[in-house]
Each structure stands twice: as C-alpha cells, then as structure tokens.
C-alpha cells in the first residue's frame, strides 16, 4: 500500500482540505496530490472538490484502502478480486520478508482447508490471511490461532450473528437439527515455517461466510447473509476482528479467556480422532495454546493437540 495515498485518505478523514494544503503537509508536489486523489476514486472512493477543498464522500464496502481506513491495527492490506489462495498469497509475501500484511480476497478459485481439504470461496465471503513475525516457539503458534479464533467470533457477535467456537478452529451457528449440532460459519488455518526452537513466519488464515447466499454454500454450511437476512458491512467485520486479533495476541491469557467464553466446546462429551487413536470424554478446558483438555469416562485426564473433533450427545 502507498504509504502517501493512505495519508492522503487520513487528512481527508479530518474534514475540507485543499490541495496545495495537502501538497504542502506531505510534502509532495500538487499533480501527486491529483493523482493520488484519481487512485481513490478509482479505489470506490468518493472524494469532493468544493469550494473549500476535497471532501470524503463515500468510502467503498471493501477492499484494501477501506478496510486500511480508520483501521487501528498496524496492518498493510493487499487486496484481490480474486485469487487461487490468500494463505498461498501469504506464504509467498512471507518468504519476501513481509510481516503484519493481511492478504484479502473477496473470492478465492483455490481455497484450501486443514489436509488440503477443498475451501469453498464464492464472492461475498471474507477470505483473508494474515502474515506474522511472532517471538515465539513452534508450539506455542497455535496461540495465534485461539487468538484469532476468539477475535472472529467476537467479531461476528458484534455483527449481530450469535456464533460460537468448535474446537479447534471452527466457528458453528447452533442448530440443534444439524448433524454437528450447528453449521459452519468459518475456520481458521495457520501455517508456518521456522527452525527448531525459533518461528520464521506465520500465516493464519481466516475463511468466514459472510455475504455468501445459500446456493453458494457447501452442505452443512451457513453464512452471516444467510442468518442475519441482510448482508453485513465486510469492511467494517474485517477491521473489528483485526483489531482485536492484535490485541489478543500480545495477551495470551485474555486470548484464553475470551475463547472459553466463547467455545461450544467446553462441557461437552466430545470425541476426538488422533492419528494413532480416538479419545472420548468431557471437554473440561482449553489450555494457554489452545489444546483441548478431555477428562476420559476412566476419570483420566488427557491433553489434546490436534485432531478432529465430534461434539457427541450425553450419555
Ligand atoms: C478449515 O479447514 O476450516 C480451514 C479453512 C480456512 C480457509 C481460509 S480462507 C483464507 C485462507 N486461504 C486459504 O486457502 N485457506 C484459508 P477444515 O477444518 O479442514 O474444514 C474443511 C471442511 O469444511 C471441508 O472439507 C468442507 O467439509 C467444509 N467446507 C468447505 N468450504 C466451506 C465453507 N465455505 N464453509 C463451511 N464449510 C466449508
């Protein structure tokens, strides 16, 4: 993102400005203010000349500088059309060096889950990755994925749409006709690279429903247009959950809280594959990086990393 375009856009914010005014504070010549003024009007945004300087009209629905605007996370937002994968996107801007850039898209033609499973991503949705540089060990990543989890939800919420967390990275709307007891909303994917004991980069990346009408959604799914009855302001969905992505991830122990709050999971008989065997008891609690911790019908307690999840009627 263009550093000037985005102050532009900020001196905007604060009411009137004219351009050689806005030439003189960012210290640029006028015909860069003019084209920079082009570029967000192309960008979808309305921008005035009146007798007393340019005047922010409109800001667009989505899209990179949208959700930059008044966004108070320090991300840089690269922004597509459309892409084969925001998390491949990602990975590629990562190995570059890049770090707090989120990759967004508004429609994904090679969207990919946990196992390389298929991610379906028709337009309207909110499919997004987010590079990090964490001073962190590989196993304690998989924070950043409770972080971001709880910011999700929190998020969604706040959007109106009452959704909770399956462990592990699953957002549901409860439906208790469901076979999983709720239908998917979203889910998260987090990658990295790294050398023992010190993470390169990390890439956590979000899949959320959000505008997708129900003939676009795979079976078992649902969206935020689907359960509110009107689509949701994405820009404003994105810059929440970012928000408070950044300040979940400095605070391990909120990140839990929140989660806790939030989970389906917790208090519920639960059965967990793992690849060697399958543990079936209580969820009883989720520890600081995000494993599960189960309490067996044997009165055993045992901790769980990864693996799929059934939330099982009560015996
Ligand atoms: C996940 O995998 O839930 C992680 C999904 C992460 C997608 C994001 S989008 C942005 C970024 N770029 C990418 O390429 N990926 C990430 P998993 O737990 O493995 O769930 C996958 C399963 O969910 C599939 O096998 C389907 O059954 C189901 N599914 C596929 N598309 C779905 C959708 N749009 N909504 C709900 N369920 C879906």
């Known amino acids: 993102m263009n550093e000037t375009r985005r102050a532009v856009l900020d001196a905007l914010a604060d009411g009137p400005v004219s351009g050689p005014e806005l030439a003189d504070a960012l210290d640029v010549s006028r015909a860069a203010?003019?084209?920079?003024?082009?570029?967000?009007?192309?960008?979808?945004?309305?921008?005035e000349s009146t007798g007393s300087g340019y005047v922010l009209s409109e800001i667009p629905e989505y899209g990179g500088l949208a959700v930059e605007y008044g966004l108070t996370a320090p991300f840089e937002v690269e922004y597509h059309d459309s892409v084969p994968s925001t998390n491949d996107r990602a990975r590629d801007l990562a190995a570059d060096g890049a770090s707090d850039v989120v990759v967004l898209a508004d429609e994904q033609t090679g969207g990919r889950g946990r196992l390389e499973r298929e991610w379906a991503s028709p337009s309207g949705g909110v499919w997004m990755s987010v590079v990090c540089r964490p001073d962190l060990p590989p196993a304690r990543v998989t924070l950043l994925t409770?972080?971001?989890?709880?910011?999700?939800?929190?998020?969604?919420?706040?959007?109106?749409?009452?959704?909770?967390?399956?462990?592990?990275?699953?957002?549901l709307v409860p439906d208790p006709d469901a076979e999983r007891g709720?239908?998917?909303l979203a889910g998260i994917l987090t990658e990295m690279e790294g050398e023992a004991g010190q993470v390169s980069w990390v890439v956590v990346g979000v899949g959320l429903n959000a505008n997708v009408p129900a003939n676009d959604l795979p079976e078992g799914a649902t969206s935020l247009l689907v359960e509110r009855g009107d689509p949701v302001e994405r820009r404003t969905l994105v810059q929440?959950?970012?928000e408070r992505f950044v300040e979940l991830r400095a605070d391990p122990a909120a990140a839990r809280e929140a989660w806790r709050e939030q989970a389906a999971t917790l208090g519920t008989r639960v059965r967990v594959t793992l690849p060697t065997e399958t543990v079936v008891g209580e969820a009883v609690d989720v520890t600081d990086v995000g494993a599960l911790v189960v309490e067996t019908d044997a009165g055993e307690e045992r901790v769980v990393h990864a693996g799929e999840c059934e939330h099982l009627r009560p015996v």
């Open 33 to 47: 203010v003019w084209k920079h003024v082009e570029a967000l009007r192309d960008a979808g945004f309305g921008v």
């Open 240 to 242: 929440r959950a970012l």
């Open 182 to 184: 709720g239908r998917k």
């Open 146 to 171: 409770v972080a971001m989890s709880a910011a999700v939800c929190g998020a969604v919420r706040e959007a109106g749409v009452p959704a909770e967390i399956k462990w592990p990275n699953d957002l």
